[in-house]
């Protein structure tokens, strides 16, 4: 499938939805006229026909809050430390090709929101030049991205290194995330945690969108993942917010799996 074909089968997928302003935290109670209630699956679908990515969450029964939280935390505990001890090899292996390509720490540690809003530092590969945000400052400016109808991350982008696009491709500069995961500052499974630059373009669903812990994956990274808006990745997230549960987690953990194995969606 080429780039341009695999862009239009995002974006009809994306057109399914309504437009994040649309939504609300009655949305399955309020729904437009124009749309379809599903009873037999026990889904209020917010489009016309029935989407299998939100069926991913919404079909899993829920699970009572407190015992929900213990076990997703239990989990992330487990198997968290369990995965970064097998990922260690291949972190460092990325780290000495990133440090022979390009000058600087091959980790990148960022301020993130956690829930709540708490920030904290989150650690990654490095895959862009250590002096990007100097060399090209317009990809930084967000003043005038209001209507979050723009893509984070581009397909040709000219701060990303070599070994860069290789392990942004094969998302090998995700796994230091695992050490946030195990001290507890994410989940596996979560929204992901956002920039302060760009969570202060989120207006009203801000709240919301920091009422969980934010995560490696969730339901946006496995459903689109690069090629979705901002706006997209929002409606995409606070849905898996209002609908999550255990079982949900470990069908999204396997289709970010299957994503990551067959490189679906990723710059």
């Not at 960022?110 to 904290?120: A, I, V």
């Not at 796994?175 to 945690?193: F, K, Y």
């Not at 995409?236 to 917010?241: A, E, R, S, T, V």
Request: proline fraction near 6%; include cysteine.
């Amino acid at each position: 499938m080429t780039s341009s074909s695999q862009a239009i089968r995002a974006r009809k997928d994306a057109k399914t939805f309504t437009p994040v302003e649309r939504i609300d935290p009655d949305a399955s109670r309020t729904i437009p006229a124009a749309h379809k209630t599903h009873d037999h699956d026990r889904v209020t679908y917010l489009s016309v026909e029935p989407r299998n990515d939100l069926r991913v969450v919404a079909d899993c029964p829920q699970t009572p809050r407190i015992v929900y939280h213990a076990a997703k935390r239990s989990f992330d505990l487990v198997v968290g430390s369990a995965l970064l001890v097998i990922a260690t090899p291949i972190i460092l292996i990325a780290a000495a090709a990133i440090r022979l390509e390009s000058k600087g720490s091959p980790f990148f540690v960022q301020t993130r929101l956690g829930k709540d809003g708490r920030p904290f530092k989150i650690v990654k590969l490095r895959g862009m030049f250590k002096d990007a945000r100097d060399r090209f400052p317009s990809y930084y400016d967000y003043s005038n991205k209001q209507d979050l109808d723009f893509c984070f991350h581009h397909e040709v982008d000219p701060r990303v290194t070599r070994a860069g696009k290789l392990i942004r491709k094969t998302s090998i500069d995700e796994l230091p995330n695992l050490w946030n995961v195990v001290l507890g500052d994410i989940s596996l499974v979560g929204p992901r945690p956002e920039i302060p630059e760009v969570m202060a373009l989120y207006g009203k669903y801000r709240d919301e969108y920091l009422s969980v812990k934010p995560g490696v994956t969730c339901l946006s990274k496995c459903t689109g993942r690069d090629r979705l808006t901002k706006r997209e990745t929002i409606e995409y997230d606070l849905d898996y917010i209002r609908r999550r549960n255990f079982r949900a987690d470990i069908r999204i953990l396997w289709r970010t799996f299957r994503g990551v194995v067959m490189r679906r969606d990723v710059f």
